[in-house]
């Protein structure tokens, strides 16, 4: 089993910036592909980013790319999302997951275990 808990979500303004953790626990943290997803209400979850396990292959989806930035501290167990140039439409809850692979995983269903999710607002 892996625990997963995202902190970093509030309340920000449209250009700003926000850096979202994910704190692991559990399993060796190490071994797992992480990926950051976010949901808004009323919609699917859309995958936003992937890392693989040692950190050296991050994959984004083209929505956020040039704009978000995954990585990893495995030594402190824990992945980061840096946002920039928030815009109100990236308003939503973001959720961690980890996928037991070593590669990238870019699609919900192949993720194990998940957050619950932190609350990002952009306003304009």
């Known amino acids: 089993q892996v625990q997963l808990v995202e902190s970093g979500g509030g309340l920000v303004q449209a250009g700003g910036s926000l850096r979202l953790s994910c704190a692991a626990s559990?399993?060796?943290?190490?071994?797992?592909?992480m990926g950051w997803f976010r949901q808004a209400p009323g919609k699917e979850r859309d995958f936003l980013a992937t890392?693989?396990?040692?950190?050296?292959?991050?994959y984004y989806a083209a929505s956020v790319k040039g704009r978000f930035s995954i990585s990893r501290d495995n030594a402190k167990n824990t992945v980061y999302l840096q946002m920039n140039s928030l815009k109100p439409e990236d308003t939503a809850v973001y959720y961690c997951?980890?996928?037991?692979?070593?590669?990238?995983?870019?699609?919900?269903?192949?993720?194990?275990?998940w957050g619950q999710g932190t609350q990002v607002t952009v306003s304009s």
């Open positions: 997951a980890a996928a037991d692979t070593i590669r990238v995983v870019a699609t919900t269903g192949e993720y194990d275990y």
């Open positions: 559990g399993r060796t943290f190490s071994s797992y592909a």
């Open positions: 890392i693989n396990w040692s950190g050296e292959v991050p």
